[in-house]
C-alpha cells in the first residue's frame, strides 16, 4: 500500500490518478501512524517549500517523514516534494527542509545566455541519466514536464541520478538509498513518467518481500 502524504500542498488529484493507471493500492492521508504503516511514502508538493515546511512540521509530519526514511522503505518526493528532502531553502528567505539528503535550493538567475531561458522553468524538456539507478530500470532518456523557479544545488554529485539542460545543469532526479526525488511532475509526464513511477512502486514490492 503507497500512502500520499496530505498536508495541503500537493496535486493529490494527479497523483493518485497516475498510481490508479497502474494499478497501485494507495491512499492519501494526514495521519502520521497510518503514513509510518505504508509500503512506500510519496511526498508531493506544489507551492512554497517555506510554507510547506511550516505545514509539515505543524502537523509533526516532518519528524514522521524522517522517521520513515530511517525504516529503509521507498520514499519519493515530487516536484516541492524532491526540494524538501534537502537541508534548506532561500525561497522567501532561508528555510530548513528535511535534511534527508545533503543540498540547498536556490532560485534560477536573473541573466540569461539566450532568450529561451525564463523563470520558472516550465514545460518539457530533455532528461539526461548519469548514473546507473533502479529507479531508471528499463526506461531511456526522453521529455518530462517541468514547472519550477527554484532548484537544487547538490552537496554532493553522487545523489544526482538525471540532470536537465536549462541554462545551466539541474537535478531533476536524485536518489541515496531508500530515498529518491523527481523535480518535473512524472504523473504529467506521458510514458517516460509513468514508467518511473511503476519501478518506485517494483521496489516498493521488493523491499516488502524481503521484510
Known sequence: MIGIVDYGMGNLFSVSKALERLGAD??????KASLMDADALLLPGVGSFRDAMEKLNEEGLSEMIQEFAAT?????????????????????????GLALLPGRVRRFPGTKKDSAYKVPHMGWNGLEFVKESSILKNVQED?????????????ESEVVIAKASYNEDVAAIVGRDNLYGMQFHPEKSSKLGM?????????????????
Open 143 to 155: 521529455y518530462v514536464y517541468f514547472v519550477h523557479s527554484y532548484y537544487v544545488d547538490a552537496a
Open 195 to 211: 514508467e518511473l513511477l511503476k519501478n518506485f512502486l517494483e521496489l516498493a514490492e521488493e523491499r516488502k518481500a524481503v521484510q
Open 72 to 96: 529503509g522503505k521507498p520514499l519519493l518526493g515530487i516536484c516541492l516534494g524532491m526540494q524538501l528532502l534537502f537541508e534548506e531553502s532561500e525561497e522567501n528567505g532561508p528555510a530548513k
Open 26 to 31: 494507495y491512499f492519501l492521508s494526514g495521519d
